[in-house]
């Protein structure tokens, strides 16, 4: 049973514009959230991350936002640069429980 | 620094090898872990250890051995796997097993079995 979703298998963006990744959660007791980008024949490198404690977090052109009661978060990346065309993965943790529960991911394409 | 290191890159075995799977940080790291990958997919957790101690086992075949002979190092032996277990399989590791926090991925060993 996959208890994070990423519906949109794939995003296609123009160099400069935002890209905004979506990700939802069934699990009500996942409190910490993260983002993961992955290029090909690499393993996933951290992006950015936030408590559910919090409803935003901003690391320079990185910004997670997230909704508890729709059990929603998204990611924006602005501006959009050629360099994060990527598989970005969404991932959440339940408390002292050290899975972490991934998306199936969206490819990310920028276009110049 | 937050490397985590994976050998080999690549891995070509027969059904019947026995091979190692190596991972090693120097973060301080008290836990880490063993993901496997297909294509298209997201990671699969197979296995964490806590304090050097297996605290996690997924469920995972027999054929499939973890080892952690330290803090700094984790292994995963290989015996008579099949071809279905080809997969990229990733190493991470996260500093604190008490709380949630950032886990660190290596770049992951490329498996195939033929």
């Known amino acids: 049973d996959q208890q994070v979703k990423q519906n949109s298998p794939s995003l296609s963006v123009q160099e400069g514009r935002i890209s905004i990744l979506n990700c939802d959660y069934t699990?009500?007791?996942?409190?910490?959230f993260l983002w993961y980008k992955k290029y090909p024949a690499e393993g996933p490198t951290f992006l950015i991350s936030i408590s559910s404690i919090k409803d935003k977090n901003e690391d320079g052109r990185f910004t997670v936002f997230l909704n508890k009661s729709a059990k929603h978060l998204s990611l924006h990346i602005v501006p959009s640069q050629p360099g994060d065309s990527a598989v970005y993965f969404c991932?959440?943790?339940?408390?002292?429980?050290?899975?972490?529960?991934f998306g199936a991911g969206t490819t990310v394409t920028v276009r110049a | 620094d937050t490397e985590v290191t994976q050998t080999p890159k690549h891995l070509v075995m027969g059904m019947t090898n026995k091979k190692s799977l190596k991972c090693e940080q120097h973060?301080?790291?008290?836990?880490m872990y063993w993901y496997k990958q297909k294509a298209k997919k997201p990671p699969e957790l197979m296995f964490v250890y806590s304090y050097e101690k297996l605290s996690i086992n997924e469920s995972v075949p027999s054929r499939f051995s973890p080892e952690c002979p330290n803090s700094s190092l984790l292994n995963l032996h290989l015996h008579a796997l099949q071809p279905e277990d080809s997969a990229l399989y990733l190493c991470?590791?996260?500093?604190?097993?008490?709380?949630?926090?950032?886990?660190?991925f290596g770049a992951g060993t490329r498996l195939s079995v033929l």
């Open positions: 699990n009500s007791m996942f409190d910490y």
């Open positions: 973060m301080g790291h008290r836990a």
């Open positions: 991470a590791s996260s500093q604190d097993p008490s709380r949630p926090n950032i886990q660190y």
């Open positions: 991932a959440a943790s339940e408390g002292r429980n050290y899975k972490l529960s």
